[in-house]
């Protein structure tokens, strides 16, 4: 237990890195974005009537927001999976953490997951964003257990400390009410364009959320399960829209009042930035992870 502690509070405090990652560009850019395109691999997420993934639309649409924010130098952007691989929901905010510690200096920083909702009604459409906190209806809930789901494709389960528990619940509770401003800066933005109905900012417990140390977004883009909106996050058209309106809230976010001030103290770089990305080894069930 008290090595267990003891690791936790090296990780909340900033003392940890994992040799897994690689790390991407330089620590020049002032504020960074990580975009975690949501299941991979053995995960497919939601399907659609025509047989369209969640896994591979959210991807593709990943990388048009990677491409449209790397144009502006002061963003340092990345990606938690840049391939067909399935990343363990834990790992994703770890290795956001790890990045922006790797900046030294606890820049301004934004994670946004990205996914496609489903219901087994396809008549429902529309985007939603939520952030981090207790869910406050059933449709909420219902969508959390869903995308929460994925941790059956993982080899572990997730370990339960107490400490560790108390330690991540406060340092997240720091950035809520940022990450609910960001959820609406987004929400704003999608459903200007967007043909199906503004289905609001939500709140709910998404494991792949837990855990990130900065602002916090999971973005629903359509309901897959509608046939209308598979043939929308299919088309390259939509995507490209979705990612452009989806880089205007990310500059939206950014250009706040104070945002482009830290939020927590600054701490000492441990060592330089180096290329990026693969996240870690290959291990059974095409999982990639982290080295502890």
Known sequence: MLRGATAILAAV??????????????????????????????DPGARGPSGTLEKTVVLDIARRLEALLRADPSYDVRLTRTTDTLVPLADRPRFANLWRERKGTSPPSLFISLHANAHRQRSV??????FLSEAL???????????????????????????????????QNHYLRESSEGAALIQRRLASFHPGPDRGVKQA???????????????????????EEEALLSSAAHQDRLAGELARAVFDFFERAGIDQPVTDRRPADSPASPVPLLGEPIAGGVRRASP
């Open 137 to 171: 209806t059933d449709d909420a809930r219902r969508v959390a257990a869903f995308e929460n789901a994925a941790q059956r494709f993982e080899e572990s389960a997730p370990s339960d400390d107490p400490l560790g528990f108390i330690l991540t619940d406060l340092r």
């Open 205 to 227: 417990g998404f494991v792949v959320l837990e855990g990130a140390f900065m602002p916090a977004v999971l973005v629903e883009l359509g309901f897959i399960s509608n046939p």
């Open 13 to 42: 405090l900033g003392c940890g890195c994992a040799a897994g990652v690689a790390w991407g560009q330089t620590a020049a850019a002032e504020r960074l974005v990580v975009i975690d395109a949501g299941h991979g691999g053995v």
């Open 125 to 130: 459409r529309g985007v939603e964003t939520y």
